[in-house]
């Protein structure tokens, strides 16, 4: 596949220096009455093969711990974003008045070429979070601003744009796109993409027939414009970025059973990139990696449309392939946005790792992949993993905003927060990035409780270990669950409501957990567990009923694909990371394995030796305000696959035997078969 026409750092340094600032003092919105959301309009056709099936968004909400605090931030800054700056660049494009307000600055910045990416994703944020939370001040927003686009779509004529269209720049940039003459580095049909998903979740969880309205017009666009390209035209095309094209005309296929929408979603499968992985062959390296990853996701849709099995191969292999051969110890991909050579990890310990856009699109296939395979683990376990230690830390915890990283540094002395420009580090702001990370960070922060719980009929499925309450509406039953994971290793799920008659909790035992136990009531279950499996139990239940599920932790070691002596330290699902404060390390500090202690119980708390002198560890969702590293060289006895090594745990006064885990797919050693 080509490469895309201009590196998005290219685009920003470019056009850095005449960006719109933003101005500051947007008012606040205000804090939500309380509403009630109802549930998610149903789609016109179900999904093929899928086996385990999703909770509405309202059916399952966090309560107190750091990943509702994550939820509360982003919350916040959708309640308080001037919707009238988000509409600047889509009426001066669609020739209406902006009616004073002021413009953004960044990629959203009137002269920046995929200004309007990021107001779908703010759609779809908002919609979660009614959906989730009941949150009327994003509602309104999301209605406001839907309203908005239906007032700039209708000047259409007056513009001088075909019917349907929606953007924040000409339509004659689709115009150069077709021609393969577009050199303003933008990516139209990116945008597109990203303002049709967000009108499809304002329609599908608010209800907007509006929303229904705009998207379809807008859809119609899309259908005209490529229907009338040859199919050697249509591929030579999306070698520029389109995002998830692919998938977001499946669900409207899905969502209104209209066959229309599956024709023009197939247009976008990119043979090139498709019919390798088709055949299992990993030809990712120098592609732009969050360019790819979305139209995985496509293929997913596609196959639970049609049930095509190339398009699910296609999106098993793809997941295989990127877990097993370019994903680095926090579940995060890539270096400076683009795939390397396959297992080449430790050869890329840069400032500019793992781009958040790729995690948050994998998150959604390994969604995608697990309901139709909800047996195997390998997928959930990947989906902590990457959750748990990229996603969570993105944020800013001291930002009332939320505010996140684009990239997240896993070089030597790295630091979040800091870094050139947009990349290595930096923080997202109100008014002035408005990156594609930023756009993503909003909807991966009010999509936290989406993977928790599944059910299929009689049988619920607990993936995520995480407090949070489930209201199985349809059973009339709610779960609880309490944990203070991955600080402890237990979690409790109390069962209440009319739970009469016999029905199957499934537990998710990590492949990474030995010697795990369940208990109902207090008293074993005398079920099996297995790690890398499900756990079983099935009973008649009485309200009151409570599970308690255990799942010993202890440290092990990931040995980067590339060199064996280069590894992470991990306990339990959590990557560990080394605090340096202000220190800046000119080069991976050599640790010495068998000194990693924990010293203490109420928190992830570790002490290590490296080179030569004593370095604290905790989790590296925690690593904010210094310096640290993920990734250290290990002295002799450090490496190897059966290499052992002993923590004395200073809470509890044992010092337990424990094997480096490392795996040759670079996973925690993580059972992907």
Known sequence: MPAPLVNR????????????????????????????????????????????????????????????????????????????????????????????????????????????????????????????????TCRDKALTMVAELARCQANNGAAGFGAGYLSGF???????????TLSNGNVPYYCVHKTLAGLLDVWRLIGSTQARDVLLALAGWVDQRTGRLTSAQMQAMLGTEFGGMNAVLTDLYQQTGDGRWLTVAQRFDHAAVFNPLAANSDQLNGLHANTQVPKWIGAAREYKATGATRYRDIAVNAWAITVGAHTYAIGGNSQAEHFRAPNAIAGYLRNDTCEACNTY???????????????????????????????????????????????????????????????????????????????TGLETNTTLADAIYFHNDTTLTVNLFVPSVLTWSRRGITVTQAT??????????????????????????????????????GVAAGIATTPGSYAVLTRAWTSGDTVTVRLPMRVATVAANDDAAVQAVTYGPVVLSGNYGNTTLSGLPTLDPASVTRTGTGSLAFTARADGATVNLGPFYDAHGHNYTVYWRVGAGGGGGEASFRLANAASGLVLGIQNMSTADGGLALQWG
């Open 484 to 521: 203070s994971y991955p600080v402890g290793d237990t979690t409790t799920l109390t069962v209440t409501g009319s739970v009469g008659g016999s029905w199957t909790m499934r537990i998710r035992i990590p492949a990474w957990t030995s010697g795990a136990s369940v208990s109902v009531n």
């Open 361 to 439: 699109n994998m998150l959604k296939l390994t969604r995608e992949l697990w309901q139709l395979d909800p047996d195997r683990v390998a997928y959930a376990d990947f989906y902590e993993r990457a959750l748990l230690n990229h996603m969570i830390g993105q944020q800013n915890p001291a930002d009332a905003h939320g505010h996140v990283t684009y990239f997240t540094p896993l070089n030597p002395g790295g630091r979040r927060g800091v870094g050139p420009a947009w990349g290595g580090g930096t923080w997202s702001t109100d008014y002035n990035s408005f990156w594609c990370c930023q756009g």
């Open 170 to 180: 000409p339509e004659s940039d689709f115009t150069a796109l077709e021609a393969r």
């Open 9 to 136: 750092r290219f685009v920003l340094r470019t056009t850095a220096a005449t960006a719109v600032a933003a101005t500051a003092g947007a008012a606040a919105g205000s804090v939500a009455a309380g509403g009630t959301a109802r549930a998610a309009l149903p789609p016109a056709r179900p999904d093929i093969g899928v086996s385990a099936y999703a909770f509405d968004p309202g059916q399952v909400r966090l309560t107190a711990g750091r990943w509702q605090d994550n939820q509360n931030r982003t919350v916040a800054y959708l309640r308080f974003v001037d919707v009238n700056r988000l509409l600047y660049n889509f009426r001066t494009n669609h020739r209406l008045s902006t009616g004073g307000a002021a413009a953004n600055g960044g990629w959203d910045a009137p002269n920046f070429p995929f200004r309007t990416h990021m107001q779908g994703h703010f759609l779809t944020a908002w919609a979660q979070a009614w959906a989730v939370l009941g949150d009327t």
